[in-house]
């Protein structure tokens, strides 16, 4: 009997419990919280990945004693270090062996080798101001391959990033779906909103990380509760597309800290709260490519949800008196980015649900319908979460810089989003992704070339307007900077936040204009000179090629001039 127990032995080690992650229906955890000491925050994460006893792939960010994906809380000014392990396999290639790529033997820099391969990766450190330099938040050459030492990231959290939710995720393109698919991706949270905004102080605190993953039962009719829907197509990733009807098959399953809830029936997570407790909501979109539109619903009735930071900034920036909470009773938000707001649990003995209602991803997007999240449940005794905000806190400094809205732009750029069929005459076909730069030939982002499509200067505010070609909603985002949407398809906005994440409507092939958003974009601190990536936040459209390169120069002439010489072809 010594052998079949060898091969028990085996296969747990295979599948350590690193990997296990709750059932549908479970109740959400909170993530472990990592908190900085003395001004420093240390840790050492490792990257690993698996197939799952249930087919699903999992990447998952392990701490040494096994918890997976912290949230990473910060304070201005603060030193992060943490060192990344590289322990991924190439599962493609275990199911497929004929396909097996060669090993990289050759040691290469993780610095500057860009190698982009099944079981590379590296880190962005999103909607942070931190440099694109090398060990702090680059992902253009940055690879750190499983056969590397860990590799250091130690940067510096900018002394004026505002309070608020960020998070880390890998960047290598070619592969950043099927990594955040899988679940690479944590919270890092600036601390500080209860400086910006006196309605949190004293308010417990909960983070939700809501991942996508691929259906877990993908054959299964939708449920007998739903109305009959029309046939069901795939979009052009493969996705299930979007019907129009708010029901159906969705693209992907949805998770919340990991509990799935999965299509057909969408057991929801359990939430317990004391009776109409307020707490104080972080929300990431950490999904690949669906969209949410929440909703916290007692009986049909959706409630006010007071939203305080979006995108890590908390709504009153512009530093006007206004009250700084908006309220609404449903909050969109794009993949990639974040929406803090305070909610009031459900009195005693009423049940509330959080929901995400239908997104319209337009005829050429994924499905992405109405969906039950979580139950949320109260008990007097219900445990409170392990964060409060301080009750006292310093109001925040006004910020040094002017409101970006005040600012005149030195220059308008004009950008697009585009797709193509590889063949025009086979509608299913392979699709290319651009994101073009008006005036330069749509292309899918090359890896290879050191071309940029954009050189800007530090010190400068420039206006982009990007418009959407394509019959698709697509999610804008540039690394490094925030920006302020001015113009929602010519129509001014009055946004008293900013936002590194950005909806930019689709066409519906009928409008004589194509939908477009203006941005004012921000590249006044001298954290955001070097090279880094705009692209949409659509991993599976990043993948395939919708990203462009942008260099920001010295704010100096003299320096300007010298970079320039030393590149001679500055625009492709
Ligand atoms: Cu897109």
């Known amino acids: 009997m010594l052998f079949p127990l060898l091969l028990a032995a085996a296969t747990l080690r295979a599948q350590p419990a690193a990997y296990s992650r709750p059932a549908p229906g479970s109740a959400i955890a909170e993530p472990r919280q990592l908190r900085s000491r003395d001004g420093v925050l240390s840790l050492e994460l490792t990257v690993r990945n698996a197939r799952a006893a249930d087919g699903s792939v999992r990447y998952c960010y392990l701490l040494p004693d096994g918890s ?70 680059e992902v253009l050459r940055t690879s750190i391959q499983p056969q590397d030492a860990p590799f250091e990231y130690r940067l510096r959290i900018p002394a004026a990033e505002p309070p608020g939710l960020y998070w880390y995720h890998p960047h290598i393109h070619g592969f950043s779906a099927v990594q955040v698919a899988g679940g690479a991706s944590g919270a890092l949270i600036v601390e500080g909103l209860e400086r910006a905004t006196a309605a949190v102080r004293g308010l417990p605190e909960r983070v939700l990380v809501i991942r996508d993953q691929n259906l877990l039962h993908p054959a299964a009719p939708p449920s007998k509760s739903e109305p009959v829907v029309p046939k069901m197509l795939i979009d052009r990733d493969g996705d299930a597309a979007n019907n129009g009807t708010g029901f159906g098959k969705p693209a992907k399953d949805l998770s919340l800290n990991f509990v799935p809830v999965p299509y057909p029936d969408y057991p929801p997570a359990q939430l317990r709260l004391r009776p109409q407790e307020r707490q104080l909501w972080r929300v990431l979109n950490a999904a690949s490519v669906t969209y949410l539109n929440l909703a916290l619903l007692f009986g049909r009735t959706a409630q006010a949800l007071g939203i305080v930071a979006i995108d890590g900034v908390p709504v009153n920036r512009a530093g006007s008196a206004a009250e700084p909470v908006i309220w609404r009773d449903h909050i969109g938000i794009p993949p990639g980015g974040r929406v803090e707001f305070i909610m009031t649990a459900p009195p005693a003995g009423v049940a509330g649900l959080l929901v995400t209602r239908t997104v319209d991803t337009g005829q050429g997007g994924e499905n992405d319908p109405n969906r039950a999240l979580a139950a949320v449940s109260t008990a007097e005794d219900a445990p409170e979460p392990a964060t409060h905000l301080p009750v006292d806190a310093a109001p925040l400094p006004l910020a040094a810089l002017p409101w970006l809205g005040d600012v005149a ?87 008293p936040f900013l936002r590194d994440t950005v909806n930019v409507p689709y066409f519906n092939g009928r409008s004589l204009q194509y939908p477009s958003v203006r941005l004012r974009m921000d590249f006044r601190d001298p954290d955001t000179v070097g090279t880094f990536p705009y692209h949409c936040h659509l991993l599976e459209h990043e993948d395939g090629g919708m990203m462009g390169i942008i260099r920001v120069e010295p704010a100096a002439p003299a320096a300007a001039a010298a970079a320039a010489a030393a590149s001679p072809a500055p625009q492709r």
Not at 94 to 112: F, K, L
Not at 470 to 490: M, N, P, R, V, Y
Request: hydrophobic content about 35%; overall charge negative.
């Open 68 to 137: 997976e994906s912290p949230t990473l809380r910060v304070h201005p000014g603060d030193l992060l270090v943490l060192k990344l392990k590289n322990e991924l396999t190439d599962l493609a290639a275990q199911a497929s062996p004929a396909h097996a790529q060669h090993a990289a033997s050759a040691h290469a820099d993780p610095c500057s080798s860009g190698r982009m391969s099944a079981t590379s990766t590296n880190l962005h450190f999103h909607g942070l101001t931190a440099p694109p330099q090398c060990h702090q938040d």
């Open 409 to 495: 732009p030195v220059r308008t750029r004009y950008l697009y989003f585009s797709e193509k069929l590889t063949d025009p005459g086979n509608p299913n076909s392979a699709t290319e992704f651009y994101l073009t730069l008006e005036g330069q030939q749509p292309a899918a982002f090359d890896p290879t070339s050191s071309a940029t499509n954009i050189v800007a200067h530090q010190g400068d505010v420039e206006d982009w307007i990007i418009e959407n070609r394509s019959t698709e909603l697509h999610a804008f985002h540039i690394h490094q900077i925030h920006f302020l949407l001015l113009e929602w398809s010519g129509v001014p906005v009055n946004e």
